[in-house]
Structures are given as structure tokens and as C-alpha cells.
């Protein structure tokens, strides 16, 4: 399996939500990542945010922002490209789309010209929608 790994999951992951596990056994059972830079910015800016609301201690963000840098090691990054802005300015179906989550069904089309039988992992419920309306497998099933 090939997944694209959007924010809320990942986030669902470093933030050890409920539905954690379930991500968790999705990505290592995964034998391509690939994520955007968009998922690094939201993922670390959600860390950032959770700190300085005192949310998460100083030392508990910074331990998951290691977590992170350590998995996004292995994955395969896609830079926030024009063809991906492009893409992300027209229609998708299912919308209303969300302009960062047009950015991050944009970059899972993107990578599907490249990685073969690419899956979608997300728990966002309108990107999940969007992503089967364009024949994605949506991961957790």
C-alpha cells in the first residue's frame, strides 16, 4: 500500500487522539509515504499553537515535532508546486472544498502520476468525500 498522509492524521498520530492507532497501523503497514510540505507547516504549527496555549508543554511539543521530523524522514516530500496551485484552483467533487485541503487533494493527484495505486490517509471528513469522488482509496477504511 502507498498512502499520501494528510494533516489530520498525522496529526491524529502525533497528538495520540483516539483514532491514533488505527493511523498508526496504516503508515506501517504503508511501503511508499509521500506528504507535502503543507502537512510539515499545519502539523508543526498545530505543535506551536497547543504550546503556547499551554495545551502541550514546551518539552511534550518539542518531543512530537522530533516524532515527526523522524517519520517525514522517510516519506517521500512533495514541494507545493505550481502544477499543484493550479490544480487546487479549479473545482473539485464534493465541494465546498477548503483552499488547504484543495492544496492537499491537488498534491495527492500530483503524486499519483508518480506512485502507483496511491491511497489517501486522512480523517478529515470532506476530504476523505473528495478523495473517493476522484477514485482515491480512503485510508482508515
Avoid at 38 to 51: G, N, Y
Avoid at 94 to 116: I, M, Y
Wanted: negative net charge; charged residues 25%; glycine residues 4%.
Amino acid at each position: 500500500m502507498n498512502l499520501y498522509a494528510e494533516s489530520s492524521a498525522v496529526l491524529a498520530w502525533l497528538l495520540d487522539e483516539e483514532t491514533a492507532p488505527q493511523v498508526r497501523d496504516v503508515l506501517g503497514a504503508a511501503e511508499i509515504i509521500v506528504a507535502s510540505d503543507l502537512t510539515l507547516v499545519e502539523c508543526d504549527r498545530v505543535l506551536i499553537r497547543a504550546a503556547a496555549l499551554g495545551e502541550l508543554t514546551e518539552a511534550e511539543a518539542a518531543d512530537r515535532h522530533a516524532q515527526l521530523s523522524a517519520a517525514a524522514a522517510h516519506w517521500h516530500m512533495l514541494r507545493v508546486a505550481p502544477e499543484i496551485v493550479d490544480r487546487a484552483r479549479r473545482p473539485f467533487p464534493g465541494e465546498p472544498v477548503r483552499a488547504l485541503d484543495a492544496l492537499h487533494l491537488a498534491s495527492t493527484l500530483v503524486a499519483r502520476n508518480a506512485v502507483r495505486a496511491l491511497g489517501l490517509l486522512s480523517l478529515d471528513e470532506r476530504v476523505r468525500g473528495a478523495g473517493r469522488k476522484l477514485g482515491l482509496d480512503v485510508f482508515p477504511r
